[in-house]
C-alpha cells in the first residue's frame, strides 16, 4: 500500500473514532492549494533544460505551512500530496503552530553540477516566491537537497521581500539555522524511546538495537543511544549491514561510514545479509531508511519487542495488524521522527525573534516536546481505547479539525 492510501486510511480511522462530521472530514482531506510550475534553465554546456516543480499545501488552521523540497527524478504528484498531508498530522502531534506541506522538482540531483542545481533553485523559488512566506510557508530540506539548498532560497526571496531569514529552515547555521538541527531527528527517536521504554519500567541503558538505515538519522540515533547506555547490535545501509552480538563500536564505525561511504567492511563486527536485518532477534528495531519497509511478508518473523518508526511510513498497514497480534508496540512516525520539524520549529522562533539560542536550550526545549507529545499521544489512546498510532491520529486530527470549526470554516 503506497503513502497516500495509508495516510488516508490512517486519517478515515481516526475521523470515525471521532465522530466528525462527514462535511468536515472531506474538507480536512482536500488540500488547501497545489502548486505546479515550470523551470528551465541553461545547462553547463549552454543547451535549455525544462523541470516541473510542485508544492502542495495540505493545510493552515493551525499555523504556516511547513515541509521539505525534495530533488529526485520521481517527484510524483500523489507522494508529494500524501507527504504534505502527513505533515499536518505531524506538526499537530508535536503540537507546533505549523500546518502541512511538501513540494519538490523532479530532476536527478546526482546529474546535475552544482552551478545548475543553484540555477534551478534560484528559478523555482522566482516560480513560488509569493505562495511561500514566513507567515505563509516554511519549505525544508528533504531528500536530495541540503542546508546550501535553503541558503539559495532565503536569497532569491529576499531579493523579492527584503531579508527574511524565517522563510526557509535547515539553513547554514551562519545564516540563521539553529544550533541542533543536524542531529535533531536522531535525538527525537532517542527521546520518544525514552518516553516509550519509561512506560513499561525500562530504560535504553541495557536494551539491544537494531537500526536500518544509517544515514543523518539513523547515524545520530545509534551515537546517542550508544551514549545513553543501549547496545546497538546491528546497522543496515544501501551499502549493506553489519552485526555485533556484544554491541558495535558506533563512533568507529561512524567513521568508517565517513570514510568508505557506508558501513560495508566495518571490522568491528561481522557481515550480514540486509534483508535478515529486520527480523535479527533485539528489544528495539528503529527502521531509520525507506517507506514499505515492514510488510506482510517479513512481519512474522520480526522479533523485537518495540518498533520506533523514524522513517516515514516503514509499516505497511497489513504488518501493523500483525504486529498487534503479537503484541509489538510499534511508536508511529509522526511521532518517533517529529524531532526534526520541531527544531525546525525552533529554528523559525528564533529567526523572527532575532535572537539564537544555545545548543543546550534547543535539546532541553526538545525533549519537553517530545515527552510531551507521547503523553499526549497516551492520552488519546486510553480515551479511544486504541494503539499507539490510532492514538497520534486521532490527536492531530482532533485539533487540526478543532482549529478549523473554531476559525469559522462554513462561514
Known sequence: MNALAATSRNFKQAAKLLGLDSKLEKSLLIPFREIKVECTIPKDDGTLASYVGFRVQHDNARGPMKGGIRYHQEVDPDEVNALAQLMTWKTAVANIPYGGAKGGIGCSPGDLSISELERLTRVFTQKIHDLIGIHTDVPAPDMGTNSQTMAWILDEYSKFHGYSPA??????????????????????????????????????????????????????????????????????????????????????????????????????????????????????????????????????DIRAKFIIEAANHPTDPEADEILSKKGVLILPDILANSGGVTVSYFEWVQNIQGFMWDEEKVNCELKTYMTRGFKDVKGMCKTHNCDLRMGAFTLAVNRVARATVLRGWEA
Open 167 to 300: 522563510v526557509v529552515t535547515g539553513k547554514p547555521v551562519d545564516l540563521g539555522g539553529s544550533l541542533g538541527r543536524e542531529a535533531a531527528t536522531g535525538r527525537g527517536v532517542l527521546f520518544a524511546t525514552e518516553a516509550l521504554l519509561a512506560e513499561y519500567g525500562k530504560s535504553i541503558a541495557g536494551q539491544r538495537f537494531v537500526i536500518q538505515g544509517f544515514g543523518n538519522v539513523g547515524s545520530w540515533a545509534a551515537y546517542l543511544i550508544t551514549e545513553a547506555g543501549g547496545k546497538v547490535i546491528a546497522v543496515s545501509d544501501v551499502t549493506g549491514a553489519v552485526k555485533n552480538s556484544n554491541g558495535l563500536d558506533i563512533p568507529k564505525l561512524l567513521k568508517h561510514a565517513r570514510e568508505n561511504r557506508g558501513v560495508k567492511g566495518f571490522s568491528g563486527g561481522d557481515a550480514l545479509d540486509s534483508n535478515l536485518l529486520l527480523t535479527e532477534d533485539c528489544d528495539v528495531l528503529i527502521p531509520a531508511a525507506l517507506g514499505g519497509v515492514i510488510n506482510r511478508e517479513n512481519a512474522n
